[in-house]
């Protein structure tokens, strides 16, 4: 078993269909033992990418590695991989128990683990089910539980969240955070980057099949220019208050019932003044750092 | 291998599956070998077609097991269906990306499931074996056919010859299945197309031109059920013709399917 203190490595990672790169040049690493969230607008790659590294489709161009093992021989790392991807997937007419049971047996992992895992994601009661009268979130659990059937010593999840109530969604995200702690790689995408923020120590960021950032959370979330939030007793205000951000030299935008400036905290006194000599009555001024999601929104050019 | 093949066991002993293809399989059973007794002085014949099996071949050492031979190509479509099933199943219900992730040998889980399903027909025969030649047994009195041969050596050897020819014929079929079950990706599709081939277009093809049969695949397997004559057609296929044309069908099915299993991305 080769030694490696990366959980995933891949250098120019590229997938093609047809004319249309779905990954082009993907180079990213992601250590061991932590989370790292994999985010990107739909049709960015990341289902592709992960398939990749799962071995279920084979790379255009460029090499990978998890867990040291080359993403040539998918045989030598996938015994300690716990995966779901592109949502849960079972047999219908097999209860959730049986079929935790079917992957046991077909990965060679002991059957007794499965009444465990049923129970550590919630479904203990619901396991002789049969898998066709699950809702959408207890699909989801199941196939969490199906990923750590191995143990894994990395787990790779497609949007897990998906289809879960908000005490659900808490549920994972401790989850993650205790496998994580135990030491276990965590890589996971979500289009809920609010959760990913909270449990994500390292972030890979892809637009178009292209990694746009990889590196610490903190790193990006520190490169952001800070925003200045504010808000009118008067909406009609806000293109005003738009107009003497970008006179003063801001790039400004309205969002949410706000106006949204990037520019640094100091200058928040300077604008209320502004706003106050125009007329204008704030009823919000928040200068802060922008959340993943508008970091998100910032550098794919969504929304 | 095992694995994947005990792992697929779990999944077709679920008793909707099971108890469903083996109730269908008692019933064709013991439907055929009845007709053959109960109908033995029907103007309209008592087996396929018109066709009329006499007292005296029924009372032939091969007469115990001429129930289970006429099955045996019924057998052979059932099996079709179950191993395209099983296998289109796969990517129908994305369950496929699983078994890659557990199992990341393809070939691995193609011989495993083909392993389990092997087995499943297996049980499928020697069921259909004992419901027919228990209902020969029972309604040979009543239809005034002699058993006395049935029991001896000859009876024996014609029994052992019927099964094995009847696992090969069933394999076959079900091999067949499993290919298209690959190529289709489907169910249904695989389903539908299997048994509209067999059942439908062979049939039509060789009623143009006879000497297709020679050349069909559904004729070649059902001509190994039966020994050498195929179920339904005026002239016989000889048994190693037979043997040698399906068996070159099988193995380019296989061939192409495993070659296309193996490397073609799982993206759905």
């Given at each position: 078993m080769a030694m490696s203190n990366t959980a995933i490595s891949v250098t120019d990672l590229s997938k093609k269909y047809g004319d249309r790169m779905a990954v082009s040049h993907a180079t990213f690493e992601v250590p061991l033992g932590t989370i790292c969230g994999f985010v990107g607008p739909n049709g960015s790659g990341k289902t592709t990418t992960m398939r990749m590294l799962l071995g279920l489709i084979t790379p255009t161009g460029g090499t990978g590695e998890i867990l040291g093992e080359s993403i040539k021989h998918p045989e030598k790392y996938l015994p300690r991989v716990g995966a779901m991807i592109e949502g849960p997937a079972f047999y219908p007419a097999l209860s959730g128990k049986e079929n935790l049971n079917y992957l046991a047996t077909l990965g060679g992992f002991p059957i007794e683990r499965v009444q465990g895992l049923l129970e550590q994601v919630g479904l203990g009661d619901r396991g002789k089910s049969k898998y066709k009268t699950y809702s959408l979130g207890m699909k989801q659990r199941l196939g969490i539980a199906a990923a750590l059937l191995p143990n894994p010593q990395l787990l790779m999840l497609d949007e897990p969240t998906?289809?879960?109530?908000?005490?659900?969604?808490?549920?994972?995200?401790?989850?993650?955070?205790?496998?994580?702690?135990?030491?276990?790689?965590?890589?996971?995408?979500?289009?809920?980057?609010?959760?990913?923020?909270l449990i994500s120590d390292y972030l890979v960021m892809l637009r178009k099949g292209e990694v746009v950032f990889t590196g610490k959370m903190t790193d990006l979330m520190l490169s952001q220019q800070p925003i200045i939030i504010a808000k009118s007793t008067n909406a009609s205000d806000l293109e005003t208050l738009q107009t003497i951000a970008e006179t003063a030299g801001h790039?400004?935008?309205?969002?949410?019932?706000?106006?949204?400036?990037?520019?640094?905290?100091?200058?928040?006194?300077?604008?209320n003044r502004a706003a106050f000599d125009a007329g204008i009555t704030l009823s919000q001024l928040t200068p802060q750092l922008p959340n993943l999601e508008e970091t998100f929104f910032e550098m794919t050019g969504e929304k | 291998m095992w694995n994947v093949a005990f792992a697929e066991l779990r999944k077709l002993r679920r008793p909707t599956l099971f108890l469903g293809t083996m109730g269908a399989v008692v019933f064709f059973s013991a439907l055929f070998s009845s007709l053959l007794f109960l109908l033995i002085d029907s103007p309209d014949g008592n087996s396929d077609r018109g066709r009329t099996v006499s007292r005296e071949v029924l009372g032939l050492a091969t007469g115990g097991v001429q129930g289970f031979s006429s099955v045996?190509?019924?057998?052979?479509?059932?099996?079709?269906?179950?191993?395209?099933?099983?296998?289109?199943?796969?990517?129908?219900?994305?369950?496929?990306?699983?078994?890659?992730?557990?199992?990341?040998?393809?070939?691995?889980?193609?011989?495993g499931k083909f392993i389990a399903m092997k087995l499943f027909a297996l049980v499928m025969i020697i069921l259909s074996a004992v419901i027919s030649i228990s209902a020969s047994v029972i309604?040979?009195?009543?239809?005034?056919?002699?058993?006395?041969?049935?029991?001896?050596?000859?009876?024996?050897?014609?029994?052992?010859?019927?099964?094995?020819?009847?696992?090969?014929?069933?394999?076959?079929?079900?091999?067949?299945?499993?290919?298209?079950?690959?190529?289709?990706?489907?169910?249904?599709?695989?389903?539908?197309?299997?048994?509209?081939?067999l059942l439908i277009i062979e049939n039509l093809l060789v009623a143009v031109k006879n000497s297709l049969q020679n050349w069909m695949p559904g004729a070649q397997l059902s001509a190994i059920a039966s020994g050498g004559v195929p179920r339904g057609m005026s002239t016989g296929i000889e048994y190693s013709h037979a043997l040698l044309v399906g068996g070159i069908y099988v193995a380019i099915g296989a061939g192409i399917a495993s070659f296309l299993f193996t490397r073609r991305d799982v993206s759905n």
């Open positions: 998906n289809g879960l109530d908000p005490e659900g969604i808490q549920e994972v995200r401790a989850l993650l955070r205790s496998l994580a702690n135990d030491g276990t790689s965590v890589f996971v995408s979500s289009h809920l980057l609010s959760e990913l923020e790039h400004a935008v309205i969002r949410d019932g706000a106006v949204h400036v990037a520019g640094p905290a100091d200058w928040a006194v300077e604008f | 045996g190509g019924f057998l052979g479509i059932i099996a079709l269906c179950v191993f395209a099933a099983q296998t289109a199943q796969e990517y129908t219900y994305g369950t496929l990306r699983n078994l890659l992730i557990r199992q990341p040998g393809r070939l691995r889980i193609l011989v309604l040979a009195p009543r239809a005034k056919v002699s058993t006395d041969l049935w029991f001896g050596a000859d009876g024996r050897h014609a029994l052992f010859t019927s099964f094995i020819n009847i696992v090969i014929s069933v394999i076959g079929f079900g091999t067949i299945g499993m290919v298209l079950g690959l190529l289709l990706r489907s169910p249904i599709s695989a389903i539908s197309f299997g048994v509209l081939w």
